[in-house]
Every structure is written in structure tokens, then in C-alpha cells.
């Protein structure tokens, strides 16, 4: 059974850094698509990076790839996600997602975290001005 658990959110004001964390347990013998996504009220859900376990390549969203970085630390079963100079509109519910897949399929899913089927309770991160 696929379990995600994040942590690490929490309020910082504008300009600042938060680290997400992603403990997940995953079947060993697949290669998967981890990512992490963010929720606010009322708006869509929204990709904001995504890593094939196969070769740890990343894709980011235009909107996030100068300022956030995902990471992996297999001995630690973690996924993270840097978050550097902070804005406003970061704040939401962040959570990591996981389903199994190819390295191409894995870049499609970035904009449809629908197709994930493995999701943490997520974490909240407010940013302040």
C-alpha cells in the first residue's frame, strides 16, 4: 500500500524559505511519478513539480521553477520540496501525490493530478506580506 505523509509547513513571512517533507512508502519494484501540488479554496489544484523515481528528472511549472526545488533522499524514504523567496499568493495546502509510471507519462502529469492515485493529508503553508 502506497502511503505519503508530508510535514514542514507552517507560516513565514514574504521573502522567506520553508522545507516540505514527504515521507512515502512505495512498491519497490515500479518506478513512479512523486510530485508535489498545492490546493487554495475555490481554485483548481494546481502542478507544481513532478520527479520520474526511475532517473530523479524533474519538471517544473513556469510559475514555481526559479524558487522551488524537489529532492529525494531514498535512505530516507523522503521527497522534498524547497520553497525559497516566499510570496503572498504561495499560500495554500501543499501535497505530495504518487502513481506508478513511465519517465514520458510522468512530464504529462503535471497539469492533470487527477491522474495521481496515491495523495498525502498535505501541509499548510501560509505566507505573509
Known amino acids: 500500500q502506497v502511503q505519503l505523509v508530508e510535514s514542514g509547513g507552517g507560516s513565514v513571512q514574504a521573502g522567506g524559505s520553508l522545507r516540505l517533507s514527504c515521507v512515502y512508502s512505495l512498491y519497490t519494484y515500479s518506478n513512479y511519478c512523486v510530485g508535489w501540488f498545492r490546493k487554495v479554496p475555490g481554485k483548481e489544484r494546481e502542478g507544481l513539480v513532478v520527479?520520474?523515481?526511475?532517473?530523479?528528472?524533474?519538471n517544473y511549472a513556469d510559475s514555481v521553477k526559479d524558487r522551488f526545488t524537489i529532492s529525494q533522499d531514498d535512505a530516507k524514504n523522503t521527497l522534498y520540496l524547497q520553497m525559497n523567496s516566499l510570496k503572498p499568493e504561495d499560500t495554500a495546502m501543499y501535497h505530495c501525490?504518487?502513481?506508478?509510471?513511465?519517465?514520458?507519462?510522468?512530464?504529462?502529469?503535471?497539469?492533470?493530478?487527477?491522474?495521481?492515485?496515491?495523495w498525502g493529508q498535505g501541509t499548510q503553508v501560509t505566507v505573509s506580506s
Open positions: 501525490a504518487a502513481q506508478e509510471s513511465s519517465r514520458a507519462t510522468c512530464t504529462w502529469y503535471l497539469s492533470r493530478s487527477a491522474y495521481f492515485g496515491s
Open positions: 520527479m520520474y523515481t526511475g532517473d530523479g528528472s524533474p
